[in-house]
């Protein structure tokens, strides 16, 4: 593959104190952007990398796997973490453990997520529908953050009918983030059809003070030059764009930051590219869980991701996707053609399950007030669940 893109004048990305030489953010994807994803990002392009979801409740109550996941390598900076939470107390409480214990250089807030058992609690996607509660979870995040940049990830609504973003995003600027990120879509979509780029444009046009960064269906640096000449946004949030193709971060750097933010010439993604980038991956997660045998049972899950539209036969995937040690992983990679070439539109386009559009799961009665009511707020305290995504 040849990526070679006419690099955009250099557009400096500023979340508070902190300044990206290209306006890219990796977006937390739960299981797959752990410290050795994005250490592997970041050894390819600019940007910020943000840890998976973590969830408040678990932080404050000191649950060990979520400790674990809020340790970056020595090598990452700025350190960013996304925390999903529903109660303002216990929000509260899980930033300043972060700020206080010096976790973190950014902190996002995860409005978006669009999981069935999240939005039937009142979580997710579905919570800024409760504009009291989604007002004093952010506000208190935002003071309890002190010196340390506050942004907001969500999405459009619940459905096309009961739209949230822009008084999220109003809201939001008046609570002091530093950010707003939309992923153009609704939970009712889920990851269906296509991101209403227009929503992205809307927001810009409504919240004036802060940056606005735009969230789907960026497959490719031009799709994200695209976006941010059609939508005015500040910058761009990837998600699946990303899988198996982690290199994109270099991509984007050369399209979107100019020459010198990038790391590296552009790709030829031949086979041999991107076994590398496999082996690479699978000996970072070994690194990261610290045993052959999980980090190898870890990186089963990209192995369609990496080899999409590659010819590599089905029986060698069946076995990478079983390997159970580093060395199993080499002996398969070099049976491959190593000097396939890119094969082009085989391997582009969208990654991951877009699902199908749903009435989205939410509390008995919740779209009959945009305030919280008592039953409702017993019934979100069940809402921290550890799921993906936004």
Same mark, same amino acid.
């Given at each position: 593959?040849?990526?070679?893109?006419?690099?955009?004048?250099?557009?400096?990305?500023?979340?508070?104190?902190?300044?990206?030489?290209?306006?890219?953010?990796?977006?937390?994807?739960?299981?797959?952007?752990?410290?050795?994803?994005?250490?592997?990002?970041?050894?390819?392009?600019?940007?910020?990398?943000?840890?998976?979801?973590?969830?408040?409740?678990?932080?404050?109550?000191?649950?060990?796997?979520?400790?674990?996941?809020?340790?970056?390598?020595?090598?990452?900076?700025?350190?960013?973490?996304?925390?999903?939470?529903?109660?303002?107390?216990?929000?509260?409480?899980?930033?300043?453990?972060?700020?206080?214990?010096?976790?973190?250089?950014?902190?996002?807030?995860?409005?978006?997520?669009?999981?069935?058992?999240?939005?039937?609690k009142g979580g997710g996607a579905a919570l800024p529908w409760k504009l009291g509660l989604f007002r004093e979870i952010v506000?208190?995040?935002?003071?309890?953050?002190?010196?340390?940049?506050?942004?907001?990830?969500?999405?459009?609504?619940?459905?096309?009918?009961?739209?949230?973003?822009?008084?999220?995003?109003?809201?939001?600027?008046?609570?002091?983030?530093?950010?707003?990120?939309?992923?153009?879509?609704?939970?009712?979509?889920?990851?269906?059809?296509?991101?209403?780029?227009?929503?992205?444009?809307?927001?810009?046009?409504?919240?004036?003070?802060?940056?606005? /960064? +735009?969230?789907?269906?960026?497959?490719? *640096? $031009?799709?994200? #030059? &695209?976006?941010? !000449?059609? %939508?005015?946004?500040?910058?761009?949030?990837?998600?699946?764009?990303?899988?198996?193709?982690?290199?994109?971060?270099?991509?984007?750097?050369?399209?979107?930051?100019?020459?010198?933010?990038?790391?590296?010439?552009?790709?030829?993604?031949?086979?041999?590219?991107?076994?590398?980038?496999?082996?690479?991956?699978?000996?970072?997660?070994?690194?990261?869980?610290?045993?052959?045998?999980?980090?190898?049972?870890?990186?089963?899950?990209?192995?369609?991701?990496?080899?999409?539209?590659?010819?590599?036969?089905?029986?060698?995937?069946?076995?990478?996707?079983?390997?159970?040690?580093?060395?199993?992983?080499?002996?398969?990679?070099?049976?491959?053609? /190593? +000097?396939?070439?890119?094969?082009?539109? *085989? $391997?582009?386009? #969208? &990654?991951?399950? !877009?699902? %199908?559009?749903?009435?989205?799961?939410?509390?008995?009665?919740?779209?009959?007030?945009?305030?919280?009511?008592?039953?409702?707020?017993?019934?979100?305290?069940?809402?921290?669940?550890?799921?993906?995504?936004?």
């Amino acid at each position: 593959m040849s990526t070679t893109l006419a690099p955009a004048p250099a557009v400096p990305l500023r979340i508070g104190p902190i300044t990206l030489d290209a306006p890219v953010v990796l977006a937390p994807m739960a299981g797959i952007t752990n410290t050795a994803f994005r250490r592997l990002c970041r050894e390819y392009g600019a940007g910020l990398y943000v840890s998976e979801m973590i969830t408040t409740r678990a932080l404050v109550e000191g649950n060990a796997t979520t400790r674990r996941l809020i340790r970056h390598h020595e090598s990452e900076t700025p350190r960013s973490i996304q925390l999903y939470g529903v109660d303002p107390a216990t929000t509260e409480a899980a930033v300043r453990i972060l700020v206080e214990e010096d976790h973190a250089d950014h902190i996002d807030l995860n409005f978006g997520c669009p999981v069935p058992k999240v939005t039937r609690k009142g979580g997710g996607a579905a919570l800024p529908w409760k504009l009291g509660l989604f007002r004093e979870i952010v506000t208190r995040a935002a003071r309890a953050a002190e010196h340390i940049p506050l942004t907001v990830k969500m999405r459009k609504g619940i459905d096309a009918d009961h739209l949230t973003y822009l008084d999220a995003g109003r809201i939001a600027e008046d609570a002091g983030v530093a950010a707003v990120a939309l992923h153009a879509r609704t939970a009712s979509e889920f990851y269906s059809g296509t991101a209403d780029w227009e929503a992205i444009a809307t927001l810009k046009r409504a919240v004036t003070g802060i940056p606005v /960064l +735009g969230n789907g269906d960026i497959w490719s *640096a $031009a799709d994200a #030059q &695209r976006m941010m !000449a059609e %939508t005015g946004c500040d910058g761009v949030v990837v998600g699946r764009g990303c899988l198996g193709r982690p290199w994109l971060f270099g991509d984007l750097a050369r399209g979107l930051g100019g020459p010198d933010a990038a790391h590296g010439q552009p790709v030829d993604a031949t086979l041999g590219f991107v076994a590398d980038a496999f082996r690479r991956h699978a000996e970072l997660l070994v690194e990261f869980f610290e045993d052959e045998g999980r980090g190898c049972r870890d990186i089963r899950k990209h192995v369609a991701w990496y080899f999409k539209g590659y010819p590599v036969g089905g029986e060698t995937r069946a076995e990478l996707a079983t390997a159970s040690t580093l060395a199993e992983i080499d002996d398969l990679l070099a049976t491959l053609d /190593l +000097g396939a070439p890119y094969p082009g539109a *085989a $391997a582009e386009g #969208q &990654r991951g399950r !877009a699902g %199908t559009p749903k009435r989205p799961a939410l509390p008995d009665r919740w779209l009959e007030s945009r305030e919280l009511n008592s039953a409702e707020s017993s019934a979100i305290a069940d809402a921290e669940l550890d799921s993906s995504g936004g």
